[in-house]
């Protein structure tokens, strides 16, 4: 089968993490890349060492003979760079949030309904090899839910120093937290139990009603040394998120989002108590799978290709001992997608998270704040 050839947009730490989880599969061409502008676009398409560059997307959509493009951009590029090459035949892997609001998602789902098209959103923590062996377990040996629960914790915004384009509602939308990190729990925690969140009271939380915006550009995640001039930010996006759900099924459960508590760097937590047993993972200890019992003593599955069934085997590349995280889980999540559009597969049968799916966790994310705002419980599906 002759390569398939791949566009990235946007370049940042997630655009560079794309292309290098690409380079580790077969049948696969990184062709062109675009940046902020062309001379960004350059620079990345030297430093990725990827032979093309554009000054924007739609030069690239022109120019390049794409199979797939890998949408890395801020959020208020999601919908009208997915949409353009949605359009023209192209086969899209989005970053998520899929689009900043309901009515965006479903004008994308549209166009995919009458075509052949493949199109996924990268909730990656779905293809750590001890959350599909979770997900079995789930299936198999937990029993009936009791109730689920968990938390997604980051530190990096917890000064009024710390800026990012997440914070302007222009480029990221109404949600920040709940929208970047809590749309990855909720993903989480449905993929594993099966069941869809259809109910919830929220409450959201700005602990710094102002921030100090830099007059100079200062990237996601990065430290600076140098001295940095200042503006006054109003902020309008909540850095805090606290949420009572239940399941289609009646079970209760509840999370914590937040990205102001200290010495959480990507601290994501997930556990499902049943009348059998309890299973929890966390993100930032990824290695192992804690399964709690009433009447015998605990365990910790450790990440052994020896010791997992069927696909969360196949998610490892190294004997166990050999530590996995990040980077892999984007790689099975990015391979995924890949062997589903090769195979023409049906999306049904493979992991990766589709667009109808990736619009379950805007319509999740609008709920909250409007749970929030009117300080009652909101039917999502209602």
Request: glycine share 6%; net charge negative; with cysteine.
């Amino acid at each position: 089968m002759a390569n398939l050839k791949v566009g990235i947009i946007g370049t940042g730490f997630v655009g560079a993490a794309h292309v290098e989880a690409l380079r580790r599969l077969n049948n696969v061409e990184v062709r062109a890349v675009v940046a902020s502008s062309l001379e960004s676009s350059k620079k990345a398409a030297e430093k990725l060492e990827v032979p093309n560059y554009y000054a924007d997307y739609q030069e690239m959509l022109a120019e390049e003979e794409l199979d797939v493009i890998h949408n890395c951009t801020p959020n208020n590029l999601h919908f009208p760079v997915n949409k353009a090459f949605l359009e023209a035949g192209v086969h899209v892997f989005s970053e998520k949030p899929l689009v900043m609001n309901s009515e965006k998602a479903e004008e994308l789902l549209k166009i995919i309904e009458s075509s052949q098209i493949y199109a996924g959103v990268n909730y990656n923590y779905r293809h750590y090899p001890l959350v599909k062996e979770m997900q079995n377990k789930v299936k198999e040996e937990v029993g009936k839910f009791f109730h689920v629960r968990g938390y997604y914790l980051q530190d990096w915004m917890l000064f009024d120093t710390d800026y990012s384009w997440r914070i302007d509602p222009e480029k990221g939308g109404k949600s920040r937290v709940v929208a970047d990190i809590g749309s990855h729990f909720c993903d989480l925690l449905q993929y594993l139990t099966g069941k869809k969140i259809t109910r919830l009271i929220a409450n959201t939380k700005i602990v710094h009603p102002e921030r100090k915006k830099p007059l100079s550009e200062i990237k996601s995640f990065a430290q600076s040394d140098q001295e940095v001039e200042y503006e006054t930010y109003e902020v309008e996006t909540e850095d805090y998120a606290s949420i009572l759900f239940e399941l289609e099924d009646g079970t209760a459960g509840n999370f914590t989002v937040s990205q102001v508590d200290a010495g959480h760097k990507n601290d994501l937590f997930v556990e499902i108590s049943g009348s059998k047993k309890s299973l929890s993972w966390s993100q930032e200890n990824a290695n192992q799978l804690f399964i709690g019992y009433r009447d015998q003593a605990n365990q910790n599955l450790v990440r052994d290709p020896a010791l997992l069934d069927g696909k969360a085997a196949e998610r490892c590349y190294y004997p166990g001992g050999h530590i996995e995280g990040w980077s892999e889980g984007l790689k099975n999540s990015i391979k995924d997608f890949y062997e589903c559009l090769e195979a023409s597969g049906d999306p049904a049968d493979y992991d990766f998270a589709t667009f109808a799916e990736g619009a379950v966790e805007v319509k999740i994310t609008e709920a909250i704040l409007k749970s929030s705002k009117e300080e009652k419980w909101v039917e999502i599906y209602k």
